[in-house]
DNA sequence: GTCTATAATTGGATAGAC
DNA sequence: GTCTATCCAATTATAGAC
């Protein structure tokens, strides 16, 4: 890219100072691309912030493809043990829903406070996207509605969750939901909206 | 952009064919945006496709931010053009809503059939846009979401809306699931699928 | 308005010394 | 593992002829 002016935003990272160099890249490359996109940033943007030349980089990961789909793997695998977690876990399904709810807050507040998630803005640049990336991509989405899917229909046999039409459907609309308020919220600026407009997904869902 | 690679998808275009080569550029832009996003399609894509030399677009728009940002007042002022009709015409708020949900099918189906749509890009892409463009974004999702807010709250006066909760929050949340569904259903590549989601929407926000 | 030519910069990637 | 040096292609943009 051009144009685009690489911008800093203040963090509110909780995350931990990387151990070695490869980790060190790992963050900083999932900074950029949940801030700037994957076409929107470069090995040399990646060098400056870690503090080696590019030309080391790609030691590590031999091309930017090879980069975006190690990271792309990593989150979804953390991703999916978290969610794992709250499903074999106690509760009601209104429960662990509220938990997954949570789990996109996380991800949205921790991804640099200017972030949409990571997979939301590999979404968003799906066109553009290297075969392998793309489906990761696609299975991360498509692994979220069918375990969301699964989730809700047992709350309504429990009756702790009500919604009308198919579980299905309603599944990818929450998620969807959850995708785009990140945009929305992005662009306006105000990150305390996340919370509220999931608090609103709640009562469609939950309380009629 | 280097690794992506511009590929040809099916289109279903019900665009009519551009008068001038200024036209025939803002066209083409708005193909390539939508598919690859704004760090995605070069000044060389355009040229190829239009069959002109890049040089002769920079006679037309300056910069590429020119470029992106008439496009975008373009876009927006036709889009609120076809809301206000919606908005000043007869029939309860739910017909309205209805028309509203159609307009974003429309603008999704004829974007190539493979795009989300045009604002919902450059949002995702919103770390890196220029000022201005970063200004139309904002002012689009913001102008959608308190006309959408009046056309609900009106509903809910008339008993033809039942949602629970502020209605600002539900505009929001509409909005929202509008904007993401559009990048989940893109990346299933099951475009019939975002049809079947508005309906659920619509059953979220209108029977209960 | 469009072209050729070209400048100036960045981007992804490799070779080989240390 | 990291560096310097380098390559080549792409990108944005301009100058000036037609």
């Known amino acids: 890219m051009a144009g685009a002016v690489i911008k800093e935003f203040p963090r509110k990272s909780g995350k931990a100072a990387p151990k070695n160099v490869r980790e060190h890249i790992l963050q900083v490359a999932e900074e950029l691309i949940v801030q700037y996109g994957s076409n929107g940033f470069s090995y040399q943007h ?16 031999p091309t930017k ?15 999916f043990a978290q969610m794992n977690s709250i499903m074999v876990g106690k509760g ?8 997954y709810f949570n789990l996109f807050e996380e ?11 990571f997979f939301g803005m590999l979404g968003a640049e799906f066109g553009s996207q290297d075969d ?21 229909e047992e709350g309504r046999k429990e009756g702790s969750l009500h919604f009308p039409g198919e579980p ?10 959850l995708e785009g308020a990140m945009i929305i919220v992005r662009a306006s600026g105000d990150w305390e909206r996340y919370g509220e ?5 709640r009562r469609l869902i939950v309380s009629p």
Chains 1, 2 share one sequence.
């Open 168 to 177: 299905e459907l309603t599944a990818v609309a929450i998620f969807s939901m």
């Open 132 to 152: 392998r990336v793309a489906t990761r991509v696609r299975l991360f989405f498509s692994e979220n509605i069918s375990r969301l899917t699964a989730l809700i």
């Open 65 to 79: 493809n090879d980069l975006i789909l190690v990271l792309g793997q990593m989150k979804a695998d953390a991703f």
């Open 92 to 99: 009601s399904a209104a429960e662990k829903l509220e938990l």
């Open 107 to 117: 991800n949205f507040i921790r991804g640099c406070g200017a972030s949409i998630s």
């Open 46 to 61: 990646i060098a400056d912030r870690v503090g080696i030349r590019k030309a080391s980089i790609h030691h590590h990961f």
């Open 197 to 201: 407009i999931i608090a609103q997904v």
